[in-house]
Structures are given as C-alpha cells and as structure tokens.
C-alpha cells in the first residue's frame, strides 16, 4: 500500500511516497510487516519504536533487530541508552529523539528511515528465501541423477543400516535375538 508523508508544516513541504505493506492498529501505531524476519511497530503517541520477531524466535531476528535500531541510532532517530528488550519475549524497543524544531516529526522521519532500512535489507531476506524454496523445490521434484524409477534399485538380502534381529534400546547393549 503507498502512503504519503508531508514533511514540515506550512504551504511548501515536501512529500514522500512509500510502498510499505503497512497497518494502523486501533489505538494509532503503525505496524510494518515488510522485513523477512521482523515485524516492526512505529508508536508515534508513545515516541517509540519496537520490532518483534515473525512467528519463531531465532538469531536471524535477533539479528535483524541489532542491524535496525543500529541503523536507526546512526541516523540520529532514537535514544542510543534507550534500547532495550521489550516486553513482549524476543521483542526489542527504543524511545524516538525528541524533535530539534518544530516543524519536524520525528515519527514521520522513523517511517521514511524504517522503509529505507527495509530497502537495503530486502535482497537479504528475498535471497534466504529463494534458497529455502530451490532447497525444497530439489526435494520434492529431484533431477535424473539424484532419484531412480520404482524397480530401479538392485535386490539384495540385506539392505540399509537397521538389522533386522538386533535389538536396540537405550538401557542395554545391542545384542542379537536368534529365532
């Protein structure tokens, strides 16, 4: 969805368009689900930022939070001291610097810098992603060379690994049965 954001007040402002697959939650945060391994949510009424991790929890988006609030503290945005684990499990917040003049919205700065922040990850996570679909893509539908045909594979007595007759448990040794 393209949202329109005026920067400054008066007549002459400039705007900016952005393409962010974004929500407005009832209480007015903005949340951001654009990012391959964070969910991140702009809280103007509250000046702070918070970015979740997708449904698990791994280091990826532990990751991926340290490379946003970083991003954010270069760019002058929030409160360096103010970063910290969120209350939510997995999840990490940080406070909006307070704006030098008043002309400037903060919130509206944060929006322009997450979509920009987003931007230079994207070919990252699309990336991760093409992987993990050719992997599966090789797995369900393999070449020539890495599957045969059903009656294919040469009979023998003994195939694979398990044995059968031997007996194996976690409290004894393996040991034979004899029929």
């Known amino acids: 969805m393209a949202i329109t954001?005026?920067?400054?007040?008066?007549?002459?402002?400039?705007?900016?368009?952005?393409?962010?697959?974004?929500?407005?939650?009832?209480?007015?945060?903005?949340?951001?689900?654009?990012?391959?391994?964070?969910d991140i949510v702009l809280s103007a009424k509250q000046n702070k930022v918070t970015a979740f991790p997708k449904e698990t929890i791994t280091s990826?988006?532990?990751?991926?939070?340290?490379?946003?609030?970083?991003?954010?503290?270069?760019?002058?945005?929030?409160?360096?001291?103010?970063?910290?684990?969120?209350?939510?499990?997995?999840?990490m917040e940080a406070m909006m610097e307070a704006p030098y003049s008043d002309k400037l919205n903060t919130a509206k700065m944060t929006l322009i810098n997450i979509s920009n922040f987003i931007g230079e990850e994207r070919p990252y996570f699309e990336s991760t992603e093409a992987i993990i679909s050719m992997t599966d893509d090789e797995?369900?539908?393999?070449?020539?060379?890495?599957?045969?045909?059903?009656?294919?594979?040469?009979?023998?007595?003994?195939?694979?690994?398990?044995?059968?007759?031997?007996v194996r448990d976690p409290y004894s040794l393996y040991y034979l049965y004899t029929i």
């Open 60 to 91: 990826l988006a532990y990751g991926a939070q340290n490379r946003f609030f970083s991003y954010l503290q270069k760019k002058g945005l929030v409160i360096p001291e103010s970063i910290q684990g969120g209350a939510f499990y997995g999840s």
């Open 139 to 166: 797995l369900v539908h393999p070449d020539k060379e890495d599957s045969t045909e059903l009656g294919e594979v040469p009979q023998a007595v003994q195939k694979g690994s398990i044995r059968s007759g031997w």
């Open 5 to 38: 954001i005026k920067i400054g007040k008066g007549a002459n402002v400039p705007s900016v368009t952005l393409e962010l697959d974004i929500r407005k939650s009832m209480n007015g945060d903005l949340m951001i689900f654009d990012h391959g391994d964070i």
